[in-house]
């Protein structure tokens, strides 16, 4: 068939056609690209813009864009990639009325990101050209499309920041995308597989499915190991006054999420957080405030729609926090935060009605740490007590923001490595209630000894707090609160700071059922008991006592106060109810000592026991008082009556038995210049105040009463007083006297202790005067009792002194006319000797307890016991400050004494260091004063003899020679 002339020229333009079309694919358009696509973005953005190489198949419709980058117009870069290859399927495009993209490939993207000091990015510097924006037309349908394979293959991100002042940077490499059918052409799910490395720590990998159309995805999201600390230096937190300077956190969820009419659907599944190793610093103090070993969070589940969060576990172990109370009375989390001071906050308008929400529902399943520890430090005192809890362990169970349901609580910790804290129970939060049990054990007061310096000058020696029981709280108008429970403090001792000895101590207090509710204002306490309790009671020169040193007096302005308006009115709150079964005391002692007298007075009063029934608030209520006790453990003390709180009105009676009047001679001293050298007296008091009227009746019981040496005191009596109490004695040499004192307590001119001594004074001058009678010996045994020999520093009786002792008390059982006198003698000469050693060690135990302070100890030398060595070692020490020139050493390092080097040093040292040590008249004196009481103690409890008929006379001080270290006995007629 021949060929036309018209077919030729068809052929030849479609000949030329092709070629055109060939030659633009292949040469035309990559060449344009190349050249004039950097020149078209330098235009329109100012940037640097470079390619090495493009390249076009117009058949099979491939594009490959190579060396591409994007610099600022300084040269920093912004962007870039090493290729770039898109694959266009177009027989597939033609077929399916869409663009269909067989595989797009990128190779080695790369972005820099800069924010500069300014806080201005990199990316901004391009110029922006505004142009009017076309109007909204509702949601915008995504265009037909179908990508067979996505893929970007080791990719950058890198981030520098300077705005700070200091260079901060940050790198994202490599970054790996895969997506696979990627369509709006029908609803299949396309595969992602999407990750990425951070150059300082941490990896994020997504492996899911992607629909467009309707628009949904589901999959698995995994972050791993990344850095916090790098995390918050690159967010620039510099305003805080805190960082993040460890920690790294792993996150890991199912998720499935999709945008139905605009609206996104979330849920998150087997979600898990992971955070370790965090440590949160304060700048300032570059001390790590909050340190979080392990914090772990499982079961995690969340519904956007639906609004819940559900957390499995949330689990932290082994945590350190820090915090301090500063000077100024902040916690330092308040000062690191400080609240925003509303006076400078502008008056806030009135915010447009917003429609309410409804609220997520929040619920943990468990919440568990253990092995936590808390630091806590007061600067705000003068010397900063440190408060640890340790070894804490807390589980809350079944958590949830809107549910009412009780929630089981445990927890227990160790406080200050002694004391132990439980609580255990149920708490709930709407309304927020709780029911826990209470277990506290050990707490030692002495951590608390800063507090206590602020009102006392008191040392807690030792002391620990207990209480167990149950407490239940309700939030409700107001806070309601009860407690069920005891509570006691062991083993409490106090001490004096200004004369540095024991104060009050108790061997246990007990608070037996306490029954506190808060909201009805009552207070009950079944039962109060003092186990053992001490106080030390001082009366000083200057009539001060020394509770006035304890309690420091507070010094008050001088400045006038300023004028305060009255207080508007305040309705009166409910009145406390409150009651104390009772209180008692047991076994209980206290020391007395009245130095203002001319002579100083010092006694002790032991064996107190009793009771105090009857502490309430009602009406007319009395307080009813039983205790018992002993003086010198001779003389007996009852007290017993009534007193009636609201009105005042009493009835007591005070027992005062076998009181040994040698040892109140002070106060006869002060009244009337003379000692007492031997004296019983029973005292039988009874005080009535009704409405404010007293009637006291004074029963005073002396017998044999004897006056000794006589005081100068140019305040005394004037009064004849030996001639008035010879003729107040009747024929057996006893003195009763019973006289009534009234009058009104209302009568600030009215003092019962000075009517009392009118009316003795007055009944003394009427006396007239009677000789005294000395009584004769009458024993007429062979032995001679005058006399108790002791060992030479010792009160111990031996058994033929006591032989002797038994024999006269069988005397005087056959003689019940005799009374014994009992002198306690110590000797100078003859005891000394024997007592030094003690001394000696008292003096190194001093020494032990000075050491002890300087190390930060405070033990008292009396409570020290030396072992040899030690003893041995401050011996050593103590003999070579006071006889520096008579020690040296062997070769070796042993002491030796220079002028007697074969001897044995310890004990020649302690020879010569006790005979330099000076008598010590105290402690003679008290030697003097045990014998007496060891010889009176066994003849009254071994010998039978009757307590009426045994006196002790004051002691002897013997300061010359003597052949025998004896006691004094003497017999007299019983009168």
Not at 471 to 499: E, M, P, S
Not at 954 to 967: F, G, K, R, V, W
């Amino acid at each position: 068939m021949a060929i036309t002339k018209n077919q030729k020229i068809i052929a030849a333009v479609f000949c030329f056609a092709l070629a055109f079309y060939t030659l633009l694919g292949f040469y035309i358009l990559p060449t344009l690209l190349r050249t004039k696509l950097p020149a078209i973005i330098l235009e329109n953005t100012g940037w640097q813009a470079q390619l090495s190489q493009v390249s076009f198949n117009p058949y099979s419709m491939e594009l490959a864009i190579t060396g591409f980058s994007l610099a600022e117009a300084e040269g920093q870069p912004l962007s870039g990639f090493e290729k770039l290859a898109v694959n266009v399927g177009v027989l597939a495009s033609i077929r399916h009325l869409a663009l269909v993209v067989e595989d797009i490939t990128l190779l080695k993207p790369s972005a820099y990101v800069h924010r500069h000091a300014n806080g201005s990015f990199n990316f901004t510097s391009m110029p922006v050209k505004h142009s009017p924006q076309p109007e909204s037309q509702g949601g915008t349908k995504l265009p037909a499309f179908l990508v067979g394979r996505l893929s970007i293959e080791n990719g950058e991100a890198h981030w520098q920041d300077s705005q700070s002042g200091t260079s901060r940077r940050e790198s994202i490499l490599p970054i790996n995308l895969s997506v696979s059918h990627l369509s709006t052409l029908d609803e299949t799910k396309a595969g992602v597989d999407f990750s990425l490395q951070i150059a300082s720590g941490g990896r994020l990998q997504w492996q899911g499915e992607l629909s467009l159309i309707p628009l949904e995805s589901k999959g698995h999201l995994q972050l791993e190991s990344l850095d916090l600390a790098k995390i918050w230096q690159l967010l620039g937190q510099e305003s805080l006054p805190l960082e993040i300077s460890d920690g790294h956190v792993n996150v890991q969820a199912d998720y499935q999420a999709a945008v139905l009419e605009n609206i996104l659907n979330a849920k998150v599944e087997h979600g898990e957080i992971a955070i370790k190793q965090l440590k949160i610093v304060e700048k300032s103090r570059g001390e790590a405030l909050i340190d979080l070993p392990v914090t772990v969070l499982t079961g995690i589940s969340a519904d956007l729609k639906q609004k819940q969060l559900t957390i499995a576990q949330l689990s932290s172990n082994d945590a350190a926090i820090k915090a301090w109370r500063q000077a100024d009375g902040l916690i330092n989390y308040q000062a690191l935060f400080p609240s925003p001071d509303a006076t400078t906050e502008p008056a806030a308008t009135p915010a447009a009605p917003v429609k309410s929400q409804p609220d997520w529902h929040i619920c943990l399943d468990e919440l568990l740490l253990k092995n936590y520890q808390i630091q806590f430090s007061d600067q705000s005192q003068k010397i900063p007590p440190v408060l640890q809890l340790s070894a804490i362990n807390f589980n809350l169970r079944k958590f949830g923001n809107a549910q009412a349901e009780p929630l089981p609580m445990q927890f227990s910790a160790v406080f200050n490595q002694q004391g132990n804290l439980k609580v255990n129970g149920n708490i709930s939060l709407k309304p927020m209630t709780a029911d826990l049990t209470l277990d506290i054990n050990g707490i030692h007061l002495k951590d608390f000894q800063s507090y206590l310096d602020n009102y006392l000058n008191l040392e807690l020696v030792n002391g620990s707090f207990n209480s167990h029981g149950n407490l239940q709280v309700k939030q409700a108008d107001n806070l309601q609160l009860v407690f069920h429970g005891d509570a006691d403090i062991a083993d409490l001792l106090t001490r004096d700071k200004v004369v540095n000895k024991d104060f009050l101590k108790w061997a246990d207090l007990q608070l037996q059922q306490i029954d506190i509710d808060l909201a009805q204002q009552s207070f009950n306490l079944a039962k109060v008991l003092f186990d053992r309790p001490y106080l030390r009671f001082i009366i000083q020169k200057d009539h001060r006592t020394n509770l006035a040193d304890i309690i420091p007096t507070k010094t008050t302005s001088k400045t006038a106060p300023a004028e305060v308006p009255a207080p508007a009115p305040v309705t009166p709150e409910k009145n406390p109810l409150f009651s104390i079964g009772s209180v008692e005391v047991k076994d209980g002692r206290s020391d007395f000592a009245d130095y203002s007298l001319i002579l100083p007075f010092i006694a002790e009063m032991n064996a107190l026991n009793g009771a105090v029934d009857g502490f309430t608030s009602q009406q007319n209520a009395k307080l009813k008082l039983l205790l018992r006790g002993k003086v010198y453990d001779i003389a007996q003390v009852n007290i017993k009556g009534f007193y009636q709180l609201n009105t005042a009105n009493s009835d007591i009676t005070l027992n005062f038995s076998h009181m040994p009047l040698p040892l109140i001679t002070p106060y006869m001293a002060d009244f009337a210049g003379y000692k007492i050298e031997k004296g019983q007296m029973a005292l039988d008091l009874s005080y009535k105040v009704d409405h404010g009227n007293l009637t006291a009746q004074n029963k005073i019981f002396i017998d044999q009463l004897t006056l000794g040496e006589q005081v100068e005191n140019p305040h005394a009596s004037s009064l004849p007083l030996r001639l008035a109490i010879a003729l107040l004695k009747d024929a057996d040499g006893k003195i009763n006297l019973d006289f009534p004192v009234t009058g009104s307590l209302d009568d600030p001119q009215f003092s019962v202790g000075a009517l009392i001594v009118d009316v003795v004074g007055n009944l003394i001058t009427k006396l007239v005067s009677s000789p005294f009678q000395a009584f004769g010996d009458l024993l007429s045994d062979e032995h001679d009792y005058s006399a108790v020999k002791f060992t030479a520093g010792s009160a111990e009786l031996d058994s033929q002194e006591t032989a002797k002792l038994d024999q006269l008390g069988k005397a005087l059982q056959s003689k019940p006319g005799l009374t014994l006198e009992v002198k306690g003698k110590a000797y100078q000469v003859l005891d000394w000797p024997q007592m030094r050693f003690d001394a000696l060690t008292d003096i190194l135990k001093k020494m032990k307890s000075g050491e002890l302070r300087d190390a930060g100890k405070k033990i008292r030398s009396e409570y020290i016991e030396l072992s040899e060595d030690e003893y041995k070692r401050l011996l050593e020490k103590f003999f070579k400050e006071v006889f520096p020139a008579d020690i040296d050493y062997s070769l070796l390092g042993r002491p030796r004494i220079k002028s007697q080097p074969d001897a044995e040093f310890y004990t020649v040292a302690r020879q010569k260091l006790e005979a330099v040590m000076l008598p010590d008249a105290q402690k003679l004196n008290d030697l003097a004063i045990a014998r007496a009481n060891a010889i009176s103690k066994y003849m009254i409890e071994k010998s039978q003899v009757d307590i009426n008929r045994i006196y002790i006379l004051s002691p002897e001080l013997e300061q010359a020679n003597a052949a025998d270290i004896t006691s004094v006995l003497s017999l007299n007629a019983a009168q």
